[in-house]
């Protein structure tokens, strides 16, 4: 039983520069991966166009029959959204979390060209720690 | 998820809250995208005209169904994104929240989607659309003056939809 079921993160111009699938059934090939993250950079802009209050900043939070996606978004427009089982808790905060690790095992990274795909093995490894602790935390509830 | 059948011909509404004015704007759509309704109760902000507005809902909509469909992590058989989908196949969404207004959507199996905006604390407001799936057909598909794809005109039925979105917290 996985809480979050896949982890995005798109640059600010919509390309996906990370993803990461923990054990679903839809898993899918990189090109699907690209399309959807820049489908969902799209949705996300449309959105606020929408809105009929003026200061929208997108979705945060979208829910389906079998799972919900949440959504951050950095204040520099870079995303970060998963796809978790409906009705998971604390994915906010998680989200947050993988922000911080990703300003500083990849921006701070002097070798990694921003708004390029993430190669980093530290951050896989601590991103991997952050998400396996989450799991075992809800198991354990 | 029962559309039909129940011992009643109406599901009975949630229970009103004293809040009222949370409805922002309705949309009625038939699935070939004409926009059936459009009713608007709180809406400082415009930002395109009335039939971009239109279409651009009809278009976020089906993307995002689309997309949903693709990205079920519980079903590994998919389609390719962007093909289009009966209603009811593959996985839809049923709301998404921003910070500013949460929509709501149902989508009928005869292609009728409903989509609510409102606050966005509102809760589960599946139920609410149901009932307002509901009013649609006693009001407007039983009326025999009433042509289906065609824009509706029925002050009775704006009345008392007004009145029921004023009672939704």
Redesign the interface.
């Known amino acids: 039983m996985a809480a979050i079921y896949s982890l995005y993160i798109i640059n600010k111009s919509g390309g996906l520069i990370y993803y990461k699938d923990y054990g679903s059934a839809g898993r899918m090939d990189t090109n699907d991966t690209l399309r959807v993250a820049s489908l969902w950079h799209s949705m996300h802009a449309i959105s606020q166009q929408l809105s009929p209050m003026s200061g929208c900043s997108g979705i945060e939070l979208l829910q389906a029959d079998t799972f919900d996606l949440h959504c951050f978004q950095s204040l520099t427009g870079t995303k970060f959204f998963a796809v978790c089982e409906p009705g998971t808790q604390q994915i906010e905060s998680l989200l947050k979390y993988i922000y911080e690790l990703y300003t500083d095992y990849v921006l701070k990274n002097p070798f990694y060209e921003i708004e390029m795909p993430i190669r980093c093995e530290l951050f896989d490894i601590n991103l991997t720690q952050s998400v396996q602790k989450d799991r075992v935390a809800l198991l354990g509830q | 998820m029962q559309f039909f059948g129940g011992s009643e011909i109406s599901p009975s509404p949630p229970a009103p809250t004293a809040s009222g004015n949370n409805g922002?704007?309705l949309y009625v759509f038939n699935r070939n995208g004409i926009c059936l309704l459009y009713r608007e109760w709180?809406?400082?902000?415009h930002?395109?005209n009335a039939q971009q507005?239109h279409k651009?809902?009809f278009?976020?909509l089906f993307?995002?169904k689309?997309?949903?469909a693709?990205?079920?992590?519980?079903?590994?058989e998919?389609g390719n994104?962007g093909v289009p989908q009966l209603p009811g196949q593959g996985?839809?969404?049923?709301?998404?929240?921003?910070?500013?207004?949460k929509?709501s959507f149902m989508e009928t199996p005869s292609g009728i989607k409903i989509i609510l905006?409102t606050h966005p604390r509102t809760g589960d407001l599946r139920e609410s659309l149901k009932y307002i799936y509901n009013l649609y057909v006693e009001y407007v598909v039983k009326n025999p003056l009433y042509t289906p794809g065609s824009p509706i005109r029925s002050e009775l039925f704006n009345t008392t939809l007004d009145q029921y979105v004023r009672g939704i917290a």
């Open positions: 922002h704007m709180n809406r400082p902000l930002t395109l507005d651009l809902m278009g976020l993307s995002l689309s997309l949903t693709k990205m079920d992590p519980t079903s590994a998919k994104l996985c839809s969404f049923h709301s998404f929240r921003t910070n500013t207004y929509l905006v």
